[in-house]
């Protein structure tokens, strides 16, 4: 069974500074995901990583892939407190041409002024 | 806005009733996903359909059952209700069964009393 990891759980960190989540899952898998949720409301897809090496950006968050260490990180920049949130990556495993989502347990950051 | 729609946003029930989520997907999608978020259990796949047919099933109960309608709405019945069913139960979906990428509805917030 796919086991999707994440660390930290809780992360509290003051503006501008700089810090990683990590996301560790079990099995093979082609994709990985990254989604950011608020309290109460849904999940916005922030990146898709489609294969060994990938990095995608978007403003102060960058997230890569290593499928050989089954490993993905989510790096944050000069954090602001727009960015607190629950961050979540997601594994995609595929089975006779059908996908599903494991999510990993969710990392809660608070950005501190 | 993803696009995707559930109703209705909060429901609070007693023990032992019955309820029905409901799922419209964004225009063009074919797959329809089913996610549990408890605090206790996380982020759980529930049951996919594509294009009226069940897909690929994860941990779900067998008090509950869903279906795809000929429209693609889905629908998730939720019986017997216990306590530990209270939970924001999402909806997702995609265009076609394996996923690109998979776009969120805001979410039903289930509470059992």
């Known amino acids: 069974e796919l086991k999707v990891e994440q660390n930290p759980l809780f992360l509290s960190m003051q503006e501008g500074k700089n810090y990683t989540i990590y996301c560790n899952y079990s099995?093979?898998?082609?994709?990985l995901y990254w989604y950011r949720q608020d309290p109460g409301k849904s999940l916005e897809s922030l990146f898709v990583?489609?294969?060994?090496?990938a990095v995608k950006q978007e403003g102060r968050l960058m997230a890569s892939l290593d499928t050989k260490a089954r490993l993905s990180t989510l790096h944050i920049t000069a954090a602001v407190h727009d960015l607190s949130a629950t961050y979540f990556c997601a594994v995609a495993i595929s089975n006779f041409g059908n996908e599903k989502l494991t999510f990993g347990t969710g990392t809660r950051l608070t950005i501190i002024p | 806005d993803s696009g995707v729609t559930q109703t209705p946003k909060h429901l609070i029930t007693a023990t032992g009733q019955r309820v029905t989520l409901r799922c419209s997907p964004r225009?063009?999608?074919?797959?329809v996903y089913w996610y549990q978020q408890s605090l206790d259990q996380g982020l759980q796949f529930l049951i996919q359909?594509?294009?009226?047919?069940?897909?690929a099933k994860g941990n779900i109960l067998e008090r509950f059952s869903a279906q795809q309608f000929p429209d693609l709405h889905s629908e998730l019945n939720l019986s017997s209700l216990e306590l530990g069913d209270s939970a924001l139960y999402f909806c997702?979906?995609?265009?076609?069964?394996?996923?690109?990428?998979?776009?969120f509805g805001q979410g039903t917030r289930l509470t059992v009393v």
């Open positions: 359909y594509y294009n009226g047919e069940e897909r």
């Open positions: 997702a979906s995609s265009v076609v069964s394996q996923l690109t990428e998979a776009f």
């Open positions: 225009s063009g999608d074919l797959s």
């Open positions: 990583l489609l294969s060994n090496g």
């Open positions: 099995t093979t898998s082609d994709r």
